[in-house]
């Protein structure tokens, strides 16, 4: 797709809005629908044209496969570690009343934190999945 | 009334749809015809109000899906088509198809009549999500409050899911080339 002139220019011009989107479902979840789920997927969507305007190798330079990798591991150790934290602090696993001062800003910094880690790891996962099967149709030897 | 001929058409939409896939041998038609499968699916969420699952339904079921899929064919072949299955027509599948769809049909009828307030389903939880929710969570949006607070260990699980979707796509199709340059020493 890299020949379509007008394709590329309209992309490009498009990822930073689609990015800015994922970003608002992603914190504006706890007021109306969205979520970590659906920001992740937006997220990483805008990965996903850039791949197709530019190719795979283009993308992976900016976000590449160890940094994804790490990043998908992260976000289920955030979520995770919330519960290990509120453990910690003496409450049930992921009984996020005890991360804050009263009980509902304990509720708010939970659950923020939480819906972070499931943004990072489906968007990271996302793009690993949608990289790996993308290279796999790359012509060999191209790599630098 | 309107929303019923709404509900009834994208219905329809939905069984022709499906029909078509069926039917239809090539195999990129019919990718397409998935991801307007769950756009229509998502036209039906939006109409019970449940807008998240709709949004869900939208990103993942019509777009990235659609995307995963193009991407496979893009590797084997995109016009390539669903081998002719030879036309013999076997009645037993057929009788089986149908005495469960019948046994299914005759099930909705001990069913509690759709949306009435004193269904099972809204007097267990329901009424504390609803109710309590504002005092005890203190945000707007009551899905956000059960998927991650009231719930949030089977949202864990669902995380760690998808982790593990992603682990076995690296490990299925990941990394092939260092094993063919080590195939080639």
Known sequence: ?144 | MLEQLIDIFLLAFLAIISIAIVRIRNVFTAVMLFGIYSLVSASLFMILDAADVAFTEAAVGAGISTILMLATLSLVGRDREKPLVKKKISFLPLVIVLVTGATLVYGIVDLPPFGAADNPVHTHVAPRYIFQSMSEIDVPNLVTAVLASYRGFDTLGEVVVIFTAGIGVLLLIGGRRRKEENADE
């Open chain 1, 1 to 144: 797709m890299s020949d379509h002139m007008i394709l590329r220019v309209v992309g490009k011009f498009l990822i930073p809005y689609i990015m800015l989107f994922g970003l608002y479902v992603q914190f504006h979840g706890d007021f109306g629908p969205g979520g970590g789920f659906q920001a992740g997927v937006i997220f990483a969507s805008a990965f996903v044209i850039h791949t197709l305007l530019f190719g795979v190798r283009a993308t992976q330079k900016i976000a590449p496969e160890w940094v994804l990798r790490l990043v998908a591991s992260a976000g289920v150790l955030l979520y995770a570690g919330v519960g290990v934290a509120s453990l910690m602090l003496g409450a049930n696993f992921l009984d996020y009343d005890v991360l804050g001062a009263y009980p509902v800003a304990g509720q708010h910094l939970g659950i923020i934190l939480v819906e972070a880690g499931v943004g990072l790891t489906v968007a990271s996962v996302i793009m690993l999945m949608f990289f790996t099967f993308a290279a796999r149709g790359e012509p060999e030897g191209e790599s630098p």
